[in-house]
């Protein structure tokens, strides 16, 4: 059972909402279908099975520009595991990917869920499933108009830039660390070290590999525009401290990135302050603990 693109009118009178600078905003048409696909995330059941969305050729025509156009830029600004990730999951390249499929093929390679939700999930809720390996994923995608840009997290974000790393075995462990972590990080000053911690890594991460600069981080990797302008970002050494007390801002490309020296590096680094992690780990690691 799926969504068909023929809900798009019986749910014509659905006004999704979007704030007036969204590049849907005005259009009802891409608004209901926005309706349409958060209907079948908010009927998800965890651990149920995973409902198809039928997306419409606009929508696939959208996914098929932008996973061509990143395809290429991948081969020169993706780090190794990204690329081996992406080459083991292969994801279709002409049509949006079910969540469902994605979900089969990501579990058997590295034991991570993909589940639909209907949109943003609160903070804590997202990091925390991520501690039971399961990753929660928006179903809908950006607006036609827009192609190479979205003002929020959309499939093209999440299984472009998410799923081709989570289908590498230490990367999927390294989620389920900072999972786990993020729910010993009871309070909101702990939580958001850990949330710029996550930022700068696995979503804006970048490393060095032969030479060259490679981005590891879901953001970059998914980001038409600014996967090509990260290197000429301040580029900055891996330090855990600086990273979880730099403010970002979401609305532009990153100024700052921090490099890891290497992927195995980053993977051994991260994985052990995710492991460490908790309300006590924060208080020392920005000066506040008892001496
Ligand atoms: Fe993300």
């Known amino acids: 059972m799926g969504i068909t693109p023929s809900t798009r009118t019986a749910t014509s009178q659905a006004r999704f909402e979007l704030p007036g600078d969204h ?20 009927r998800h059941r965890r ?17 098929r520009l932008v996973s061509h156009e990143l395809g290429r830029k991948h081969q020169v600004y993706a780090c190794e595991a990204y690329l081996a990730g992406a080459a083991a999951l292969t994801l279709p390249t002409e049509r949006v990917p079910q969540l469902r499929e994605v979900d089969e093929r990501v579990h058997a390679l590295s034991g991570f869920h993909i589940e639909p939700v209907p949109g943003l999930v609160p903070t804590r ?25 979205t003002p929020e997290p959309d499939i093209v974000h999440e299984i472009i830039g998410h799923a ?6 230490a990367v999927a462990d390294l989620y389920e660390l900072a999972g786990r972590a993020s729910l010993r ?68 490309y990153q100024p700052v990135l921090f490099a890891a020296e290497s992927f195995e590096r980053m993977v051994d680094d991260l994985g052990t302050f995710f492991a460490g992690y908790d309300d006590d780990d924060h208080a020392r690691r920005v000066g506040t603990g008892r001496r």
């Open 23 to 42: 590049p849907g905003f005005s259009d009802d048409a891409y608004r209901a279908r926005r309706a349409a696909i958060a209907e079948v995330g908010r």
């Open 47 to 63: 651990g149920g099975p995973i409902a198809d969305v039928e997306y419409t050729a606009e929508e696939d025509g959208v996914w």
């Open 125 to 149: 809720e997202f990091y925390g499933s991520l501690a039971e390996r399961v990753f929660r994923s928006t179903q809908y995608i950006r607006h036609h108009s827009v192609p190479f840009y």
């Open 164 to 169: 081709n790393m989570l289908a590498n075995p």
């Open 185 to 252: 990080a009871e309070s909101d000053a702990a939580l958001d070290f850990f949330s710029k911690v996550f930022w700068f890594t696995l979503e804006f991460g970048v490393v060095w590999e032969r030479g060259e600069l490679r981005a590891y981080g879901a953001g970059l990797l998914s980001s038409y525009g600014e996967i090509e302008e990260f290197r000429d970002a301040e580029l900055r050494p891996w330090d855990i401290r600086r990273m979880g007390t730099l403010d970002y801002d979401i609305t532009r």
